[in-house]
C-alpha cells in the first residue's frame, strides 16, 4: 500500500474519535470496546498488519519533520491505570529515529516541582524543532488527579485567596491559551485519552498480580484509585470539554482491545504529521555548487 493510501486509511481510524469542540462531548457516548469496523479477536490480525503498514508511513513522515527542522509535535496520553499508556507509546512509536523523540513521565512532583507553577515541568520538556515530544501523562493531571484529591492541592503553596471556586476554570482557561500560545509558535498539539472500562482494569489488575512477571507493574494504590472513579470519569469529561479545541484536539480512544487502541493512536499521529506538508529541505544552487565541488575532490584521490 502506498503512503498516501496509508495515511487516507489513518484519517479514517482516527477520525471517529477525534474531539475538537468540546461543548457537546459526554464520555458515556464512547465505548471502551469499540473497533469500529474490526470484529474483535478474528480481526486481530489485520489491525495489526495496518499497524505496521502505518509505521512504515509514520517513518518516513517522521524522517521529513527531522530534515525540515521546522515543526515540532507534542503527544499527551492521559489515562485511567492500566489503560496501556505506555504500551502504546512504545509499539505506536517503534519506528521512529530515537534522535527525533523525546517521551517523559510525569509521576507525583517534586519539592523543587512544587515551588514552581504548574505548568513549569511540562514546559521545560517541550520539544525541539524537528521533534516528537511524548508526555506520559502532562499538566492534564492538575485538572484530574488534583480535582479528585484536593488535599494535593494544598500541598502546591498557593497564596490562599487564588484557591477558590474559580480555580479549575481559570486552569482550563489557562491550559486553553497556553496550548494556543504553542500552536502559535509552531507546536502542534494532541492529545490522547485512552478510554478503558473498569471491567477491563480490573481484570488487567488481576492479571498484574497473578502473573510473577507483571507484579511489578501493580500497586495497591492503583486499587485504591477505583473507589474514586465516578469522579474521575467526570473529571476527564469536564476537561475534554473545557480543553478540546480545533488547534488542540483531544483523541478519545478505546482502550479495552490493546491492538485496537494502538492503530488508532498510529492513525492520529500519521494523520497530524501528513496535515504539516513535510518536505526535504530543497538545495539551492549555491549548495548544488559545492556538492560538486565536494564530489570531484573525493574522485580525484
Given at each position: 500500500?502506498?503512503?498516501?493510501?496509508?495515511?487516507?486509511?489513518?484519517?479514517?481510524?482516527?477520525?471517529?474519535?477525534?474531539?475538537?469542540?468540546?461543548?457537546?462531548?459526554?464520555?458515556?457516548?464512547?465505548?471502551?470496546?469499540?473497533?469500529?469496523?474490526?470484529?474483535?479477536?478474528?480481526?486481530?490480525?489485520?489491525?495489526?498488519?495496518a499497524?505496521?503498514?502505518?509505521?512504515?508511513?509514520?517513518?518516513?513522515?517522521q524522517?521529513k519533520?527531522?530534515?525540515?527542522?521546522?515543526w515540532?509535535?507534542l503527544?499527551?496520553?492521559?489515562?485511567?491505570?492500566?489503560?496501556?499508556?505506555?504500551?502504546?507509546?512504545?509499539?505506536?512509536?517503534?519506528g521512529?529515529?530515537?534522535?527525533?523523540?523525546?517521551?517523559?513521565?510525569?509521576k507525583?512532583?517534586?519539592?523543587e516541582?512544587?515551588?514552581h507553577?504548574?505548568?513549569?515541568r511540562c514546559?521545560?520538556?517541550?520539544?525541539?524543532?524537528?521533534?516528537i515530544?511524548?508526555?506520559?501523562?502532562?499538566?492534564y493531571?492538575e485538572?484530574?488527579?488534583?480535582?479528585?484529591?484536593?488535599?494535593f492541592?494544598?500541598?502546591?503553596?498557593?497564596?490562599?485567596?487564588?484557591?477558590?471556586?474559580?480555580?479549575?476554570?481559570?486552569?482550563?482557561?489557562?491550559?486553553?491559551n497556553?496550548?494556543?500560545y504553542?500552536?502559535?509558535?509552531?507546536?502542534?498539539?494532541?492529545?490522547?485519552f485512552?478510554?478503558?472500562?473498569?471491567?477491563?482494569?480490573?481484570?488487567r489488575?488481576?492479571?498484574?498480580?497473578?502473573?510473577?512477571?507483571?507484579?511489578?507493574?501493580f500497586?495497591?494504590?492503583?486499587?485504591?484509585?477505583?473507589?474514586?472513579?465516578?469522579?474521575?470519569m467526570e473529571?476527564?469529561?469536564?476537561?475534554?470539554?473545557?480543553?478540546?479545541?480545533?488547534?488542540?484536539?483531544w483523541y478519545?480512544?478505546?482502550?479495552?482491545?490493546?491492538?485496537?487502541?494502538?492503530?488508532?493512536?498510529?492513525?492520529?499521529v500519521?494523520?497530524?504529521?501528513?496535515?504539516?506538508?513535510?518536505?526535504?529541505?530543497?538545495?539551492?544552487?549555491?549548495?548544488?555548487?559545492?556538492?560538486?565541488?565536494?564530489?570531484k575532490?573525493?574522485?580525484s584521490?
Amino acid at each position: 500500500m502506498k503512503t498516501k493510501q496509508i495515511i487516507k486509511r489513518a484519517r479514517e481510524f482516527a477520525k471517529p474519535f477525534r474531539v475538537s469542540k468540546g461543548k457537546d462531548f459526554r464520555l458515556k457516548n464512547v465505548d471502551p470496546g469499540d473497533t469500529l469496523e474490526f470484529t474483535k479477536e478474528a480481526d486481530k490480525p489485520r489491525a495489526k498488519e495496518a499497524l505496521k503498514m502505518g509505521l512504515s508511513a509514520l517513518t518516513e513522515l517522521q524522517d521529513k519533520l527531522y530534515a525540515q527542522d521546522k515543526w515540532a509535535v507534542l503527544l499527551m496520553f492521559q489515562a485511567m491505570d492500566a489503560a496501556g499508556k505506555d504500551g502504546a507509546i512504545k509499539h505506536v512509536m517503534s519506528g521512529i529515529n530515537p534522535q527525533g523523540c523525546e517521551v517523559y513521565s510525569f509521576k507525583s512532583p517534586s519539592s523543587e516541582d512544587l515551588d514552581h507553577d504548574y505548568l513549569w515541568r511540562c514546559m521545560k520538556c517541550l520539544p525541539n524543532r524537528g521533534h516528537i515530544g511524548i508526555f506520559n501523562r502532562s499538566y492534564y493531571e492538575e485538572v484530574l488527579v488534583v480535582r479528585v484529591h484536593p488535599e494535593f492541592l494544598a500541598k502546591q503553596k498557593l497564596p490562599p485567596k487564588l484557591v477558590d471556586k474559580k480555580i479549575w476554570q481559570q486552569r482550563f482557561e489557562d491550559i486553553r491559551n497556553f496550548e494556543q500560545y504553542l500552536a502559535r509558535n509552531g507546536v502542534v498539539v494532541r492529545k490522547f485519552f485512552l478510554h478503558v472500562s473498569r471491567k477491563e482494569q480490573k481484570r488487567r489488575f488481576l492479571d498484574r498480580i497473578d502473573d510473577p512477571l507483571k507484579n511489578w507493574k501493580f500497586s495497591s494504590n492503583d486499587a485504591a484509585e477505583r473507589d474514586y472513579w465516578d469522579d474521575y470519569m467526570e473529571a476527564y469529561e469536564k476537561m475534554i470539554q473545557e480543553t478540546a479545541t480545533t488547534g488542540a484536539p483531544w483523541y478519545v480512544v478505546p482502550a479495552d482491545n490493546k491492538w485496537f487502541t494502538r492503530v488508532v493512536v498510529a492513525g492520529a499521529v500519521i494523520e497530524t504529521l501528513a496535515s504539516l506538508d513535510l518536505a526535504y529541505p530543497k538545495v539551492d544552487q549555491g549548495k548544488l555548487k559545492e556538492l560538486a565541488a565536494a564530489k570531484k575532490k573525493l574522485l580525484s584521490k
